[in-house]
């Protein structure tokens, strides 16, 4: 239920490779290997990522943190983030 609002606002990052090119398997990979093959619907499958992706979700709307107040009062449901926004 919650595909399209993560696809929205969540950023991702690309697969990391050692210096051979092959890709590392760590746990974002395994996170993301749950995310991209989730099926709805379907049972018995590890879907402990997609899970959290939607909780995280419920929890920035119930922070009220899915909209931004511009300067002359209107509401934007979400804004685009661009590279120079983010801080990790």
């Known amino acids: 239920m919650d595909a399209a609002w993560i ?5 991702f990052r690309k697969q990391r490779l050692d210096k051979d090119g092959n890709a590392i398997m760590d746990e974002y990979h395994k996170a993301m ?6 099926v709805k619907g379907v049972t018995n499958q590890k879907d402990d990522a997609p899970d959290s992706l939607s ?3 419920r929890f920035i709307e119930e922070l009220g943190l899915n909209y931004v107040v511009n300067n002359d009062g ?10 120079n926004n983010i801080r990790v």
């Open 33 to 38: 290997q749950q995310v991209l093959s989730y």
């Open 7 to 11: 696809k929205q606002h969540c950023v």
């Open 74 to 83: 209107t509401e934007w449901e979400s804004i685009n983030v661009s590279y």
């Open 55 to 57: 909780m995280l979700r």
